[in-house]
């Protein structure tokens, strides 16, 4: 369901401790923010992209609730920290490409029953 490339980067965040939904809720909105700075000066960044990104990763978080199966938890965990980290299957701020991989994963959690109307379809 995710691009080959970023299997390995993806396996790793899935190993994680899932974080609780408040502080990937704060790493949304803090890395968002940084984009929005670096944007002037980052030729290739594709701000409207990552700010479609972010919104579906704020309303999957408005969903979690405690009655997630763990599986569920650590896949929402590691779709948005893929998000929140610049340097995965490709630098989202470096390459007109940057968030494509971020969206194709975001989209195979979001492919999940309840988060379908969330889904990004960029690559379609």
Do not use: W
Not at 11 to 21: I, N
Not at 104 to 123: F, Q, S, Y
């Amino acid at each position: 369901l995710c691009p080959t490339e970023s299997r390995p980067f993806l396996t790793s965040l899935l190993e994680e401790a899932p974080a609780s939904p408040d502080s990937l809720r704060d790493n949304v909105t803090a890395y968002t923010q940084e984009l929005r700075k670096l944007q002037p000066d980052k030729e290739f960044l594709d701000l409207a992209t990552a700010e479609r990104i972010a919104q579906a990763c704020l309303g999957l978080l408005d969903r979690l609730d405690g009655n997630l199966s763990d599986r569920h938890h650590r896949m929402v965990h590691a779709a948005v920290r893929y998000f929140v980290l610049d340097e995965d299957g490709e630098g989202d701020t470096d390459s007109i490409l940057g968030f494509d991989d971020v969206a194709e994963v975001l989209d195979a959690v979001l492919a999940e029953p309840g988060h379908r109307d969330l889904k990004l379809n960029i690559m379609e």
